[in-house]
């Protein structure tokens, strides 16, 4: 930010690329990450100023709001910092540059440029210098990046021009500009100061005119650490703007309180091995799907995602359990390291075309899809390895033994594929063949004898289903180069069973149930009573393969589920 030059190679350490090539990383990797992560982010930012340079605005120029946020830089080059490399800066620089390239849609494109002015207040703020900057308002409110939302009482509807006075922390919002006088009364807070709420150690009501931004409070030996709970600012999502969505104050303490139960199992571990994760490295949580205590939230995430122009962040839709939660936390900050690997070196050659076997979809998907999902499972997997290492009892190493056996296994698969397509680069063969080195070493660890036999049958369950959905019949004793024909009537499924193969039933009734339990002929019976009123249903005919390759194991069993589409009856309806 200070435009000081920066004369040394940007070149990562072989051990440190070898950390993250097993799975993990040491503070100093991901550290080294985040700082390739600052040169991508003010590289975007300046072909970004570059293009925005033709673009009309009746806001403050961009060349005005940087240098607002270079003075701002130069008092507090820290919070400055922290508020360009912030997962919703780098969410919309990505989504204007698609803009100006005509890719994505969105507001008036003056309106989403005005961000910047946004940010430059911002910094403003946080640093204690003056700034004078017309700025966007939607329905009369203005978003402040990493601290919160202005709302003008009165405001117009809409998207409108705001001015935004910062000097000395303090902030004075009125709508129009000089030539357009201000009809509602002009707003003066002090949002880098304001008390947050809803989480951490602040809980005091926010004024009708001022939303801060929550966090999520994380207590280290240290001191705590603070991590946006962010459901405000506009491009906190993976692609298009959003409006903001606040939760109430009873989901915002729920999710502090499971968010502090997820940093205490993340803290049981310590190291930096894969699945380890300190929380203080996440930059944002974005919530999603919920805004009320009610109704209750299921025990498994939902849905998670990340962005590779978010390092950092996640979006995840609160689950009920701290161990849920601490799992997909590590699965999301995996996909952020490779993100920001890829962001650094040509790891594979991919021609996109989405025609390959991954053990946690329903769909077909591309070589980079494999290898994000080899990555972010091989995490997994060590975190569900550190639970069984710690496990208090039985229960809990059957549970936490299953999932690290399962995603050991699945991963390993997806290595082997990425290895044998001929399309890694010399950096990526390298990375790849570390997490082969990994799970290659797990494979050789114990795992309870029950728990391993319900993970294998889990794989092959969801192999043997997504064959069934996804390939076209070929007989024939090899595939073309190109691999298997694909159906083109195949849709999306649920994969209800690898939650149902987490713990043996008790007392089993379905025929998935029974074969869990280490019934297969009581499953045999049941799949066969369902395929009775349809012979193709995969999920039913999936179960019958694999009950019936587990009470007749040989050559022909596995042939069968090698290539279990080749008995598939005519296509169900």
Not at 308 to 334: C, K, N, W, Y
Not at 438 to 463: C, F, K, M, N, Y
């Amino acid at each position: 930010m200070t435009g000081e030059p920066r004369q040394a190679p940007f070149r990562m350490a072989e051990r440190l690329f070898a950390e993250l090539a097993a799975g993990g990383g040491s503070p100093e990797a991901v550290g080294f990450l985040e700082r390739g992560e600052r040169a991508r982010r003010l590289l975007l930012l300046r072909t970004l100023l570059d293009g925005l340079g033709p673009v009309p605005t009746p806001l403050s120029s961009a060349s005005e709001a940087w240098r607002v946020l270079k003075d701002a830089a130069e008092r507090a080059p820290g919070p400055v910092d922290g508020l360009l490399l912030a997962p919703a800066t780098g969410g919309w620089i990505a989504h204007l540059l698609r803009r100006l390239h005509g890719s994505a849609e969105g507001p008036p494109l003056w309106a989403e440029a005005g961000y910047l002015c946004s940010l430059a207040i911002s910094a403003a703020l946080l640093a204690g210098t003056e700034a004078d900057l017309l700025v966007p308002l939607t329905d009369g409110a203005l978003r402040l990046p990493g601290l919160g939302m202005a709302r003008l009482a009165g405001g117009e509807s809409g998207v409108s021009v705001g001015r935004a006075r910062a000097g000395r922390g303090e902030l004075t919002l009125e709508c129009g500009t000089a030539e357009v006088p201000s009809t509602p009364a002009p707003l003066t807070i002090r949002p880098a100061t304001a008390p947050l709420t809803g989480t951490g150690s602040h809980r005091t009501a926010p004024a009708p005119s001022w939303l801060p931004l929550r966090t999520l409070t994380h207590f280290t030996p240290s001191g705590p650490v603070a991590i946006p709970l962010d459901d405000l600012d506009p491009y906190r999502d993976l692609d298009d703007p959003l409006p903001p969505t606040r939760l109430d104050h009873a989901e915002a303490e729920a999710w502090q309180r499971l968010f502090e139960e997820a940093a205490v199992v993340l803290g049981e571990s310590g190291g930096t091995g894969p699945g380890r994760l300190d929380p203080a490295r996440i930059r944002a949580v974005v919530p999603f799907g919920r805004t009320s205590i009610q109704p209750p939230a299921s025990p498994t995430v939902q849905v998670s995602a990340s962005s590779g122009d978010a390092f950092g962040a996640m979006v995840i839709a609160r689950p009920s359990s701290a161990f849920a939660l601490a799992e997909t936390l590590v699965h999301e900050f995996q996909h952020s390291k490779l993100a920001a690997l890829l962001h650094l070196f040509p790891l594979i050659d991919d021609d996109r075309e989405e025609r390959y076997y991954a053990p946690w979809r329903a769909d077909p998907r591309h070589l980079t899809g494999l290898l994000h999902g080899a990555y972010a499972f091989t995490g997994v997997a060590g975190f569900w390895r550190d639970r069984l290492s710690s496990a208090p009892d039985a229960g809990a190493a059957e549970t936490a033994g299953y999932h690290f056996a399962l995603r050991r296994l699945q991963s390993r698969l997806v290595v082997r594929t990425l290895l044998t397509s001929g399309r890694l680069t010399l950096q990526g063969r390298a990375l790849v063949t570390g997490l082969a080195r990994t799970l290659d070493g797990w494979l050789r660890e114990s795992v309870p004898p029950a728990a391993l036999r319900r993970a294998r049958t889990a794989a092959a369950l969801h192999r043997t289903e997504w064959r069934l959905r996804n390939v076209v019949p070929t007989p024939g004793s090899a595939y073309p180069a190109e691999g298997p024909r694909l159906r083109p009537d195949r849709t999306t499924w649920p994969d209800v069973r690898t939650h149902v193969f987490a713990t043996r039933p008790p007392a089993p009734h379905t025929a998935d149930e029974h074969l869990a339990a280490g019934d297969p002929a009581g499953a045999l019976s049941r799949y066969t009573d369902a395929l009775a009123a349809d012979p193709a249903e995969p999920h039913a005919l999936a179960g019958w393969m694999v009950a019936r390759a587990t009470l007749h194991p040989g050559r022909t069993a596995r042939h069968m589920l090698a290539r279990p589409e080749l008995l598939q009856p005519l296509p169900s309806s």
